[in-house]
């Protein structure tokens, strides 16, 4: 199995809900991520899970805060956010410790919408 | 940290033709260098990637060039085909974390 698997492939919030993003892989990968991708740009990181510890949070605002259950499952919490968080959020794993210098296997991603 | 520019930003091309795609990089520690492409509306995917002990590698239609010296690398597309449209994008480490390109979006007409 070489699939990274995300829920839901499509999300519309308020700006006062609380939702989740989920990932899930079965690669035995060591390393997740969540990136966040605006249209005709590049994938944006946010966060990297290494062992399931949070060794990269690249100054994300706290109203997206993720969490990794255990080595095959991957969250990001979703709360008060902005229109301007509408995106598409990518969950990638490795089998590198940081992915920086292996293959990122992406899912297909989270497209979020905030009203 | 790492900045990587990558053009053009649009590459037109006719089916069978080559195309170029360049990037460079600005940390000279930097030495993994993948290539990642995205189809309209799906997710990216690794195509091909290179390492800083190597200048070249090949992988049928696709190949990529690295001069360290200069700082860039290139990815070449050869005998283009309509499933090869897609944004493509370069990237660069240095071994903590992946910076990317703004992309190319590859347009080969029939």
């Known amino acids: 199995d070489t699939e990274v698997t995300q829920t839901p492939k499509h999300l519309v919030m308020g700006m006062t809900n609380k939702k989740s993003l989920k990932c899930e892989q079965h690669?035995?990968?060591?390393?997740m991520y969540w990136y966040k991708q605006k249209a005709k740009k590049p994938p944006e990181l946010m966060f990297v899970?290494?062992?399931?510890?949070?060794?990269i949070n690249e100054s994300v605002p706290s109203r997206f805060s993720p969490e990794c259950p255990n080595s095959s499952l991957l969250n990001l919490h979703l709360h008060a956010l902005q229109p301007e968080d509408s995106a598409l959020y990518l969950c990638?794993?490795?089998?590198?410790?940081?992915?920086?210098?292996?293959?990122?296997?992406f899912g297909e991603g989270s497209r979020l919408t905030v009203l | 940290g790492e900045n990587v520019e990558q053009h053009p930003s649009t590459l037109s091309v006719q089916e069978g033709d080559s195309a170029v795609i360049k990037c460079t990089y600005s940390?000279?520690?930097?030495?993994?260098f993948p290539w990642y492409k995205q189809e309209l509306g799906k997710r990216p995917q690794l195509i091909i990637d290179?390492?800083?002990?190597?200048g070249e590698k090949k992988d049928q239609r696709i190949a990529v060039t690295l001069n360290k010296t200069a700082k860039h690398f290139s990815l070449h597309i050869t005998e283009t085909q309509p499933e090869d449209s897609a944004v493509y994008f370069c990237?660069?480490?240095?071994?903590?974390?992946?910076?990317f390109g703004a992309g190319t979006t590859v347009t080969v007409r029939a």
């Open positions: 990638a794993s490795s089998q590198a410790r940081s992915g920086a210098t292996g293959e990122l296997f």
């Open positions: 899970y290494s062992y399931e510890k949070l060794s």
């Open positions: 690669m035995g990968h060591r390393a």
């Open positions: 290179i390492r800083s002990n190597v």
């Open positions: 990237a660069a480490s240095p071994g903590d974390k992946l910076s």
């Open positions: 940390d000279s520690a930097s030495n993994y």
